[in-house]
């Protein structure tokens, strides 16, 4: 069965209904959605991406009631956060309710649940019900951010890829959790910690790239392209010493370009880390189907969305 590509919501919305997996887009990443009470249908979102099934999924839904159902605890914070970043790219990690099937949530007694901000995806949720979704690439690949990108991860396996346009987000969502009334940064993502933080005061990030992970997902290698990367700022000195190689090349906002490079992309020229953290994943894939020997990325300022987008990188570089 080829993977289809289509923007029929109601279409999609059947086949999710019936038990299968879809492609679905969200303004953070694109997903393969199931309905979280088709246990079928998750199994196969982890045979699909080849997962491990002790990472669990993030559970999508469309309004504060559906959330409420499917957790047992609200803590103040999160009803602040929630008054502010949803519909968006903020995931609550809260105490899960007995409706939340097991293998979402890897046997834990918490779900990671948000509500996505994107009118397609949201539209889908009403018409089905809470949608469990990880994002749609093989597990430690950068994820998707067009439906196309999906089609080509899996050409086939699914019925049905929604297009719902490129996302506008483009990393994926920011993980939290409470830790005795302490907000806890499990995974940057498309909010900043500045932002989480100007709404509920300080935070802790606990998702060091050397230290131990308390969010399942965050292993070391992770969104990494099949070509070889290598973040640095020495891009000239690389190009220099490797001429005879064939070389990508993805900056910030500088667009002067190198001699001797196959292909060289500009994430922002106007330096603007929100464009940047859009077209980062697209970049990247772009990069990937060229048949380079190497593609360098100069890393990005470290604060705000640079932050995420640099944690990105450093867990597509480790090999
Ligand atoms: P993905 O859907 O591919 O963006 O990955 C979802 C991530 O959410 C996983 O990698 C987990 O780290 C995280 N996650 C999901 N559920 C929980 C949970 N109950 N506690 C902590 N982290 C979670
Ligand atoms: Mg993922």
Request: hydrophobic share 40%.
């Amino acid at each position: 069965m080829n993977s289809l590509i289509s923007k029929d919501l109601e279409a999609a919305a059947q086949l999710l209904l019936n038990g299968n997996v879809v492609g679905v887009p969200t303004e953070t990443v694109y997903g393969l959605g199931a309905s979280i009470y088709n246990t079928t249908a998750i199994d196969y979102i982890f045979e699909l991406k080849k997962r491990p099934k002790s990472n669990p999924l993030i559970v999508h839904t469309s309004s504060i009631e559906q959330v409420q159902k499917l957790t047992t605890a609200f803590p103040d914070k999160a009803k602040q956060l929630a008054n502010y970043f949803w519909p968006g790219s903020l995931t609550m990690v809260l105490p899960k309710s007995a409706t939340v099937p097991n293998q979402i949530t890897a046997n834990k007694s918490t779900v990671a649940i948000r509500i996505p901000n994107h009118p397609v995806f949201l539209k889908l949720i009403d018409l089905v019900g809470p949608i469990a979704a990880p994002s749609a690439n093989p597990y430690e690949r950068i994820s998707p951010t067009t439906a196309k990108h999906v089609a080509n991860y899996f050409p086939t396996g699914l019925p049905l890829i929604l297009d719902g346009g490129s996302c506008e987000k483009g990393i994926e969502s920011t993980i939290i959790g409470f830790d005795d009334h302490e907000v806890i940064v499990y995974r940057l993502g498309s909010i900043s910690v500045e932002e989480i933080e100007s709404i509920v005061g300080k935070v802790t990030v606990k998702n060091e790239v050397n230290g131990t992970y308390t969010s399942p997902g965050m292993v070391l290698k992770h969104y990494a392209p099949i070509t070889k990367t290598i973040v640095t700022n020495s891009i000239e000195e690389y190009i220099d010493e490797f001429r005879n190689k064939k070389i990508g090349v993805i900056r910030f906002k500088d667009d002067s370009t190198f001699p001797n490079v196959a292909k060289q992309l500009t994430l922002s020229k106007k330096g603007d880390l929100t464009e940047a953290a859009a077209n980062i994943y697209a970049f990247m894939h772009i990069l990937d189907q060229l048949k380079l020997d190497f593609m360098l990325i100069e890393p990005m300022p470290n604060n705000s969305l640079g932050r995420s987008i640099n944690d990105r990188l450093k867990r597509a570089t480790h090999l």
